[in-house]
């Protein structure tokens, strides 16, 4: 072989090594936690992927279940590009982006399941075959108007109650535009459209609820926010006496674009600090200073929102003074008594009422603000308290706990601080949480002790 010939086969070797290894980093992008363990976040095919199972299961094992305790015997999803329905990302396979023009979803509950129907004349666009695997295409040559086709398809399968995403209470259940419905009710006619009900707690219901393979991943969609609260806590993102709380905001924005993840809110931090320290400014990290962030990132669909706690240590310092670690107690034990007070079928009022009670016998001065997670950050479920609303919060606080669903345990607790002349200060705290038919469990643990930038 000829040194060019040698040449050759060398570079055509290492041609096929470094495609090797790009396939290989362009599968997932992997990170290091502080703790060493390695997390791997998945590229946008193998996520794509990994939806798509979701809704299958989803369709299979929920919606039936759903539809059958409703009492809904056939609902429709109406929206168009540009204008959809708040459901429409949640029920449709990955990747969709928009709705193609109009968009027309009807599941009809059967003895053997759902049967899903996409009437679309543009297919869904580029998402036919995509489309396909999930809805039968009901659509007919264009003479037939998509609003006919519809009304037949109603005709033919004579459900007694029809849902429609109209709802006064909750802005997920409340998808279909006046427009929409006024055609809906023209091409029904007046027997078919008396049947019309709000589907709202049937929408509620499939937002809120988390199938088991759902639940299996969650923990790791929270454990990368804690990770990355980790970090931000750290001198990787924090210089003390430089560092303001808006640098620290768009650092975690560029962390999370680094880990190809997104934010559901603008990341924020806060800063608490000794009175007597003196005027200084409020928006710079110094030491003897309590941080605390209040970060949620979106990865395949899902939320997770997480407020944790942070000294930085003065000179000479080697933790939190006890003030404070006492007051992030007092968080935990407030934590313990809303979570056991979780019960299936107790609204969020309740939930809220006895755990407000309970606190305060117990010498808390409590404030909770719990909400649900899911495919939004302030997800559809009951709502356990808001933070100018301690007496209950009328209508999304009515609506009955159901299992199998994930929530934002986000609370405070006030508590004086010694070691600060006796200051109150506010230990807000939020972790993610299962509500399940065995209990409540934390996604990915929670703070027990006040992470230390030293």
């Avoid at 003196?278 to 030491?287: E, F, K, S, Y």
């Avoid at 939930?351 to 649900?372: C, D, F, M, N, T």
């Avoid at 308290?385 to 009955?400: A, F, I, R, T």
Wanted: with cysteine; charged share 25%.
């Amino acid at each position: 072989m000829s040194l060019y010939e040698s040449a050759k086969r060398t570079a055509a070797i290492f041609s096929i090594v470094g495609a090797l290894l790009l396939a290989v980093f362009a599968v997932a992008t992997t990170t290091a936690s502080p703790g060493g363990q390695e997390r791997t976040i998945l590229d946008q095919r193998e996520r794509a992927a990994l939806q798509n199972r979701w809704l299958k299961l989803r369709f299979e094992k929920l919606l039936p279940a759903l539809m059958r305790r409703e009492k809904i015997d056939l609902w429709i999803v109406i929206c168009r590009e540009h204008n959809e329905d708040p459901l429409y990302w949640t029920l449709v396979p990955q990747p969709s982006l928009f709705a193609w023009r109009l968009t027309m979803l009807v599941y009809a509950l059967r003895a053997d399941g759902v049967e899903c129907l996409s009437v679309n004349r543009y297919g869904s666009g580029d998402l036919h075959k995509e489309f396909a695997d999930f809805y039968r295409p009901a659509w007919e040559p264009e003479t037939i108007d998509p609003w006919q086709r519809l009304a037949r398809i109603v005709q033919e399968r004579n459900p007694k109650k029809i849902g429609i995403n109209q709802s006064g209470t909750f802005a997920f259940a409340d998808g279909l535009s006046a427009e929409n419905k006024e055609r809906l009710v023209q091409a029904l006619g007046p027997e078919l459209a008396s049947r019309l009900v709000s589907a709202e707690r049937l929408a509620v219901g499939w937002l809120e609820t988390r199938t088991s393979e759902e639940l299996e991943f969650y923990p790791k969609i929270v454990a990368l926010n804690h990770q990355v609260v980790a970090e931000a806590f750290s001198r990787k993102a924090i210089n003390p006496g430089v560092t303001t709380i808006d640098d620290l905001a768009w650092w975690v924005r560029e962390r999370l674009a680094e880990l190809k993840l997104q934010t559901w809110f603008q990341p924020m931090f806060y800063i608490l600090r000794r009175a007597s320290a003196g005027p200084r400014d409020g928006r710079i990290v110094l030491p003897g200073d309590l941080l605390r962030c209040d970060i949620g990132l979106t990865y395949l669909g899902l939320n997770a929102d997480i407020q944790e706690l942070a000294y930085v240590l003065r000179p000479g310092e080697t933790d939190a003074p006890q003030g404070l670690r006492d007051g992030l107690a007092l968080g935990n034990r407030l934590q313990d008594i809303l979570v056991g007070e979780f019960r299936e079928n107790r609204t969020g009022n309740d939930v809220l009422a006895s755990s407000l009670k309970k606190a305060k016998e117990q010498g808390l001065v409590p404030r909770i603000y719990s909400h649900p997670l899911g495919y939004h950050g302030h997800a559809a479920g009951t709502r356990i308290g808001l933070p100018d609303m301690q007496e209950g919060v009328p209508g999304m606080g009515d609506y009955p706990l159901f299992p199998d669903t994930v929530f934002a345990v986000e609370l405070s607790v006030r508590a004086k601080i010694p070691e600060w002349g006796g200051q109150e200060i506010s230990v807000a705290l939020e972790e993610d949480a299962a509500f399940t038919a065995s209990g409540v469990r934390y996604l990915d643990g929670r703070q027990t002790k006040i992470i230390l930038i030293r």
